[in-house]
């Protein structure tokens, strides 16, 4: 039998402060091979290719979906990297790390904090709808109704709204 892996992936919530409130960045997703997931709300996400340094694929990943371009991701400062014999070696600081236990493909994501600058476009082949939506609003659907989400960003999200203790 085949060993197969976990493939490793990366995402982000992108917050915004506008007149004093806080946003984030979702979209809808649409990827025509999946069919339970397809429509459902999500953060930017997307593998990491072989060697890629991952703040570089995170960047990559979320001009694809979005257009926008990073400008700032939560401890990026604090990340050292090494050289040993023959390797290259970084280490990293996610805000959060969920992996699929089963359903769809097997991955895990290392999701990230971030702000971003540019204007937003739509990448027709992976997603639509993608917009600034305030935190509280997000919050509200996500517990009233959580398949509305795509499950892979649900423990995070839930895990982002207790990082801001927000009550509604």
Not at 100 to 109: A, L, P
Not at 118 to 130: A, D, L, P, R
Request: contains cysteine; proline residues 3%.
């Amino acid at each position: 039998m085949e060993e197969k892996f976990a493939i490793p992936c990366v995402g982000a919530i992108i917050e915004k402060c506008e007149n004093g409130q806080k946003y984030i960045l979702i979209q809808k997703r649409k990827k025509r091979n999946e069919k339970i997931e397809f429509g459902l709300w999500e953060i930017p996400a997307g593998k990491i290719r072989e060697y890629e340094n991952i703040y570089e694929a995170l960047r990559r990943e979320i001009k694809e979906e979005t257009n926008l371009d990073i400008v700032y991701v939560k401890n990026e400062n604090k990340c050292k990297t090494i050289n040993s014999v023959g390797y290259t070696l970084t280490d990293i600081y996610p805000f959060n790390i969920v992996q699929n236990m089963s359903g769809g493909y097997s991955i895990i994501v290392m999701i990230f904090l971030c702000r971003a600058e540019g204007e937003i476009v739509n990448n027709v082949i992976e997603n639509e709808m993608v917009q600034w939506k305030n935190v509280k609003e997000v919050q509200k659907e996500l517990m009233e109704f959580p398949e509305h989400f795509y499950p892979m960003h649900i423990l995070t999200l839930k895990k982002y709204f207790s990082y801001l203790s927000l009550d509604i």
